[in-house]
C-alpha cells in the first residue's frame, strides 16, 4: 500500500521516518537505511538510493546534524543525530500526520500506514 | 571489494559526470557500499548480483545533484594563531583558542577543573582556620604584647596548666619591672536574672580591675572595675557584655545603676562593654570584679593562720621591647619571694618545690591546644593539594602528548617552540583559573558550614572568615597550580622533535609501556600520588581507630544507659543544709521513677569539673619511711553512687543505708590511693584525719576501680569518697551532679526528671542535662573531626589516584594498540593482554603503596601525639589500607584492560 503513495508523501514521510530514527539517539547512514527496510518489511526499500540525498539535505535545513565518531576497533563513521530544530519539527510534522491519517480515514476508511 | 575500492569506484563514477563531491561523501557512501555489498552476499547474492545491486545505487547516488553538490560539512578544527601576532593581540588570540581547545576536550578538561576546584577549596578553608585562628593577632591594642602567666613547682604531681597561684601574682604585681600590668580572672555559670526579665544561665567572669588595662578595653557606657570596686567598698558591681544589655535590658541608655541579680544576689550595673569585647570567650555575658586575696593577711600572725590559696588564670602586657623569656625570668624570681603556700600549696601540686613562673604569648596559650591538629591537617592538605596539580599536570601532559603531532606540524610551519609553549601554557592557565574560582565558590560554601564542623570549644572559631587575605591566598593558589602544571607540558612541547613525532604517526613503539619521556613521567606521577592517598588513608585510619578505641575503652565506668545533670543550687537562699535536703529528697524521688534502676549524685562528674582536692599525712605504707603525704581528688556521692555510675567495687563494700552522720564516719577510696598510701589490704584500715568537726577518724570501708575522669590518657590518680549520708555540716558544693541508671534509652527520661526537679524545687533550673554517652561524644569532639578530615583527605586523595590510574592505563592502552594488535596476531591470549595492562597499573600501584607506607611508617612520630589504642605502625590499618588501594587500583585497571583484550588485531594493525 505505501508503494502506492502520492509522491509528495512519500517525499515528506521519507523525511519524517529519518527523523524519528535519529530521535533517541545518533545513528550512521548505513544503520538507517537498514532500519528502514526492516521497519517497512521492505516496504520503503526504495527509500535507500535517495536516503543520502535527503539526509544532507535535512542537514542543510539544520534539522538533523553529522558528526565523525571514531569508536575503538571501528572505522570512523559519520554519525547523525536530531538538532533542537528538528525535533521541533519532528513533532509539528507528527502531529499534521496523525491528522492527515484521522482525516482519510474518516473519509475513506484508510487504516494506519 | 574493500570500502578503498567502493572510494575508487565512487571517484571515477563522479568524475565521469563531471562533478567531484566532498571527501566526506565519499567516505559515508564508500562505506554504504561495501556494508550493502556484504549484507547482498551475506543474503546469498552471487557476486556478480552484489555488485550490480550496488552498481544501481551508485548510479543513482551520481545522478543526485544533492549529492554532486554537496558542501563540506567537517567541524572546522580550530585554526591556531598565527605566529605573526604577538603583545596583546596574540594573548586574546591565544585565550580564544585556548578556549575552543579546552570546548573540545569536555572530559578530561572537567575533570582537570573538578580536582583543581576540590584541592583549591579545600586547601584554602583549611589554610583560612589556619590564617585567622594561629596567625591573626588577637583582637586587642598591641595584642602582641599580651602574655599568658602561669606557674608550676619543681617537682609537681598534679601540674595546673595555665593556672598561675596568689602567691606569684601578688609578689610580681607589687614590683613589676618587664611586665605593665597584670590581670587575672576565673570564670563560673550562674543564674543571672534582671529586675523584669527572665532568669538565664550564663557564664561569668571574675576578674581583676587590672585586667580590662591589660586589655586595654574601654567600655561602651559607663565605667570599668576600680581598685575600690575589687575591695568590695562600692557594694556588688558588675558591668554587662554588648550582647546582655541588648537581650535583657533592650540597650537602653539608662541601664547604669540598674541592678542584676546573679544567683538571686543584686549587683549594680556599671558599665557595658562594646560589642566587639569577648573575653575570655564569646560565651562570657557579665563581669564582676574579684581581688586577689594575699596568702597571709599583714595584721594576721603567719604561725597561727592557715595560708590562703586562690588559683586563677592570668595574663600580662609586656613592656614595648621586653621578650617572654625576660618576663619569664623576672616573675619566677618575684615569685620565689612569696610566702610559702604551706601545705595547701602541697595539696595542690604535690611538691613543696620552688615555683616557676611561664610566660607565653596569649595568642599561643589559646590556640595551643589545637595547633599541633592544624598543623598536621595543613600539611596533610597540603600534600593532598600538590597531589591534586600533580594529577592535572599528568591530565595535561596526555593531552598535550596527544596532540604532538599537531604541535609538530605547526612547528614545520614555522611556528616557534616558545610560542606553542606559551600558547599551551595559557590553556592550562585557563584551567588553573577556572578550577580556582569553583575552589573559591566551594570555600565560601564550606566557611559558611564550619560553625557546624568545629566543636563549640574550639578556640577563636568565630573570627575564621572569608576575607581579602583569604581570597588572595585562594588566587595566589590558583596561579601556582596553574603555572606547576603548565610547566611540564610547556617543557615537552619545547622539546618536541619533529622528524621523530611525524615519523611515529602516534603510535608507540612495541613494548613501549613505559619508553616514553611522557609515559615514564605519568607513571612517576600515578606512584607518587598512591603514595600520597596511602600516607593520608594510613593516617585517616589510625586517628579513626584511636576514636573508637576512646570511645570503647574501659573508663572504669559504664557510660551506657546513663543520664547525667547539674542541680545548681548556688542561689543566696541556699544552706549546705537546705542543699543537703534537696538533693536527698531528689536521689529518694529520682530513685523511685519507673525504670530507674539507681539515682545518685556526685560533686565530681567524670567529664567534667568540680572535684574537690585534699592533703594531708598518713603512716606510710612503706617501712623506712615514717610518713607519707597524701595528695588526693575528693568526691562527696550519695550511697548509691557506685552502682549508678557502674563503678567497680574492688573490696570491701560502698556505702550503705546504715552510714548516717552519727555511725562510724567511713571513706571509700580507689586503687590508686590504696596503692599508693595503704598497706594491703586497704579496706578496714583507720586513717586519723580532720576531715570535718568532730569526725577525726575514718574507716577505708572499701576499695573501687581507677576512673579515668577526663580522658582516656588519664594516668589513674588517687581518688577518695565520702558519703553524703554522713555529712554533718551539709552540702558545700553548689551545683552537684545527677545520675539515673535507667533500663531504656536514658535520653527518654529527660522530661520526667525535670518534671520531678520542678515539682521539688520550682527555683532550681536543671543543667547540663545530658546522657554519658554524649558527654563521652562532646568530649571526644576534636579528634572526632581531626578523623573525619583525614579521613575526607584521604577519599579524595584515593579518587584522584584511582582517575589518574584510569586515565594512565586508558592511553596507554589506546597509545599501544599497535604493538596489542602483534601480540594477539601472535597468538596473545585476551587475557594475556589484559594481564599486561593490570601488570602495568598494578606495579604502579604497589611502588606507590611501599613509598606510602615508608612514608607512614616514618611520619609515624608526628601521628603519635593524636593516637590512642593503636601505635602509628599499627598493622591491622596498613593492611586495611593496602586492601582499599589494591581494590580501586584493580577497578581502575579493569575498564583499559578490557578494552585491550577486546581489541581486534586486524582493525589495530590496520589503523
Not at chain 1, 539535505?57 to 563513521?77: F, H, M, P, S, Y
Not at chain 2, 590518680?717 to 558545700?732: F, H, K, S
Request: net charge positive; proline share 6%.
Amino acid at each position: 500500500m505505501a508503494s502506492h503513495l502520492p509522491k509528495e508523501l512519500r517525499k515528506g514521510s521519507a523525511q519524517l521516518l529519518i527523523l524519528a530514527l535519529v530521535e533517541d539517539r545518533a545513528r550512521h547512514g548505513y544503520e538507517i537505511s537498514r532500519l528502514i527496510a526492516k521497519r517497512s518489511e521492505g516496504a520503503l526499500d526504495y527509500h535507500t538510493a535517495s536516503l543520502y540525498p535527503t539526509l544532507y539535505q535535512l542537514e542543510d535545513l539544520g534539522l538533523i546534524e553529522g558528526r565523525w565518531v571514531e569508536k575503538a576497533g571501528q572505522r570512523r563513521r559519520r554519525y547523525y543525530r536530531l538538532t533542537p530544530a528538528g525535533r521541533r519539527h519532528l513533532a509539528s510534522e507528527r502531529s499534521r500526520w496523525a491528522q492527515l491519517f484521522q482525516a482519510l480515514n474518516r473519509v475513506a476508511g484508510v487504516s494506519r500506514v | 571489494m574493500t570500502d578503498t575500492n567502493w572510494s575508487a569506484r565512487l571517484r571515477r563514477e563522479f568524475a565521469s559526470t563531471g562533478a567531484s563531491p566532498d571527501a566526506d561523501v565519499i567516505e559515508e557512501l564508500a562505506q554504504h557500499a561495501a556494508a550493502a555489498f556484504a549484507t547482498a552476499r551475506a543474503d546469498g547474492m552471487p557476486p556478480a548480483d552484489a555488485e550490480r545491486h550496488v552498481a544501481a545505487l551508485i548510479d543513482r547516488w551520481v545522478a543526485d545533484d544533492r549529492v554532486r553538490r554537496r558542501r563540506p560539512k567537517r567541524e572546522p578544527a580550530p585554526a591556531p594563531p598565527t605566529t605573526a601576532s604577538s603583545g596583546l593581540s596574540g594573548l586574546a588570540l591565544d585565550l580564544r583558542f585556548g578556549a575552543r581547545m579546552l570546548r573540545r576536550q569536555r572530559g578530561p578538561v572537567g575533570m582537570a577543573i573538578l580536582t583543581i576546584a576540590l584541592g583549591i577549596g579545600a586547601a584554602a578553608t583549611l589554610a583560612s582556620v589556619v590564617y585567622h585562628v594561629l596567625l591573626q593577632p588577637l583582637p586587642w591594642p598591641d595584642a602582641s604584647r599580651l602574655v599568658q602567666v602561669s606557674e608550676t613547682r619543681e617537682g609537681a604531681t598534679q601540674p595546673w596548666p595555665g593556672r598561675l597561684t596568689n602567691a606569684s601574682y601578688l609578689a610580681w604585681r607589687e614590683h613589676a619591672e618587664t611586665i605593665d600590668a597584670l590581670g587575672a580572672w576565673t570564670t563560673s555559670e550562674l543564674t543571672i536574672r534582671p529586675p523584669d526579665g527572665a532568669p538565664e544561665r550564663a557564664r561569668i567572669g571574675r576578674v581583676t580591675a587590672s585586667l580590662f588595662d591589660v586589655l586595654e578595653a574601654a567600655p561602651a557606657v559607663g565605667r570599668l572595675f576600680t581598685a575600690e570596686d575589687e575591695r568590695g567598698a562600692t557594694g556588688d558591681v558588675a558591668v554587662l557584655s554588648f550582647g546582655l544589655w541588648q537581650r535583657q535590658f533592650g540597650g537602653r541608655a539608662d541601664v547604669v545603676g540598674r541592678t542584676v541579680l546573679l544567683n538571686g544576689s543584686p549587683a549594680q550595673i556599671v558599665g557595658v562593654m562594646p560589642a566587639t569585647f569577648a573575653f575570655p570567650d564569646a560565651q562570657t555575658v557579665l563581669w564582676t570584679p574579684t581581688s586577689v586575696p594575699p596568702v597571709v593577711a599583714p595584721d594576721e600572725d603567719p604561725q597561727r593562720v592557715s595560708r590562703r590559696l586562690s588559683i586563677f588564670q592570668a595574663i600580662a602586657r609586656l613592656r614595648p621591647g621586653v621578650t617572654t623569656a625576660q618576663a619569664s625570668v623576672e616573675g619566677t624570681a618575684r615569685s620565689r619571694t612569696a610566702p610559702d603556700l604551706g601545705a595547701v600549696g602541697v595539696a595542690m601540686y604535690g611538691s613543696s618545690g620552688p615555683a616557676t613562673v611561664i610566660v607565653v604569648s596569649l595568642a599561643d596559650a589559646i590556640t595551643s591546644d589545637v595547633r599541633p591538629a592544624l598543623l598536621l591537617l595543613l600539611a596533610a592538605i597540603g600534600l593532598l593539594f600538590v597531589t591534586a596539580v600533580a594529577n592535572v599536570a599528568s591530565l595535561q601532559l596526555a593531552r598535550t602528548s596527544a596532540r604532538i603531532r599537531e604541535i609538530a606540524i605547526r612547528t614545520t610551519l614555522g611556528a616557534s617552540g616558545a610560542r606553542i609553549g606559551r600558547q599551551l601554557f595559557i590553556e592550562n592557565l585557563m584551567v588553573g583559573v577556572i578550577g580556582g574560582t569553583c575552589g573559591l565558590a566551594l570555600a565560601i560554601w564550606l566557611h559558611r558550614l564550619l560553625p557546624a564542623l568545629l566543636p563549640a570549644d574550639f578556640p577563636r572559631a568565630d573570627t575564621i572568615a572569608i576575607d581579602w587575605p583569604v581570597v588572595a591566598m585562594t588566587l595566589g593558589l590558583t596561579v601556582a597550580a596553574g603555572v606547576a602544571f603548565g610547566w611540564l607540558p610547556f617543557l615537552l612541547a619545547r622539546r618536541v622533535s619533529v622528524t621523530a613525532a611525524l615519523a611515529e604517526d602516534g603510535t608507540a613503539p612495541v613494548g613501549g609501556g613505559l619508553r616514553t619521556r611522557v609515559a615514564r613521567t605519568r607513571a612517576i606521577v600515578m606512584a607518587a600520588q598512591v603514595a600520597v592517598a596511602a600516607v593520608l588513608l594510613v593516617g585517616a585510619v589510625l586517628l579513626s581507630r584511636s576514636v573508637s578505641a576512646m570511645l570503647h575503652v574501659d573508663r572504669g565506668y559504664e557510660p551506657e544507659h546513663l543520664l547525667t545533670a547539674r542541680l545548681p543550687m548556688g542561689d543566696v537562699s541556699f544552706t549546705p543544709q537546705t542543699r543537703a535536703a534537696l538533693v536527698q529528697r531528689v536521689v529518694e524521688r529520682a530513685a523511685g521513677l519507673p525504670g530507674v534502676r539507681h539515682a545518685a549524685i556526685t560533686t565530681g562528674l567524670p567529664l567534667t569539673s568540680g572535684q574537690g582536692l585534699r592533703s594531708f599525712p598518713l603512716p606510710s605504707p612503706r617501712p623506712g619511711e615514717p610518713s607519707v603525704q597524701v595528695h588526693t581528688s575528693s568526691r562527696v556521692v550519695s550511697a548509691d553512687y557506685f552502682a549508678a555510675a557502674g563503678v567497680r567495687v574492688l573490696e570491701g563494700r560502698g556505702f550503705a543505708a546504715n552510714d548516717t552522720p552519727d555511725s562510724q564516719p567511713v571513706l571509700v577510696v580507689n586503687r590508686a590511693f590504696a596503692r599508693a598510701y595503704l598497706p594491703a589490704p586497704g579496706t578496714g584500715r583507720d586513717l586519723a584525719i580532720n576531715l570535718h568537726e568532730g569526725q577525726e577518724h575514718w574507716l577505708v570501708a572499701g576499695v573501687v576501680d581507677d576512673i579515668r575522669e577526663q580522658s582516656a590518657t588519664d594516668a589513674p590518680a588517687p581518688e577518695m569518697y565520702e558519703c553524703l549520708c554522713q555529712l554533718r555540716g551539709g552540702l558545700a558544693t553548689s551545683a552537684p551532679s545527677l545520675v539515673l541508671r535507667t533500663t531504656g534509652d536514658p535520653a527518654s527520661y529527660i522530661a520526667t526528671l525535670q518534671r520531678l526537679i520542678r515539682e521539688l524545687a520550682p527555683s532550681v533550673a536543671l543543667d547540663s542535662v545530658m546522657t554519658m554517652d554524649d558527654r563521652l561524644r562532646l568530649s571526644l569532639a576534636r579528634p572526632r573531626l581531626y578523623a573525619v578530615l583525614l579521613e575526607s583527605f584521604g577519599g579524595f586523595a584515593l579518587l584522584i589516584a584511582g582517575v589518574g590510574l584510569f586515565g594512565v592505563l586508558s592511553q596507554s592502552v589506546a597509545r599501544r594498540r599497535r604493538e596489542i594488535g602483534v601480540r594477539t596476531a601472535l597468538g596473545a591470549r585476551p587475557g594475556d593482554v589484559a594481564r599486561l595492562i593490570l601488570r602495568q597499573g598494578l606495579g604502579v600501584t604497589m611502588v606507590g603503596l611501599l613509598l606510602g607506607f615508608a612514608a607512614a611508617l616514618a611520619l609515624g612520630r608526628v601521628i603519635s601525639g593524636f593516637l590512642f589504642g593503636v601505635t602509628p605502625a599499627d598493622p591491622i590499618s596498613f593492611a586495611a589500607v593496602a586492601a582499599v588501594l589494591l581494590v580501586v587500583a584493580a577497578l581502575a585497571c579493569y575498564l583499559p584492560a578490557r578494552r585491550a583484550a577486546k581489541l581486534d588485531p586486524l582493525t589495530a594493525l590496520k589503523s
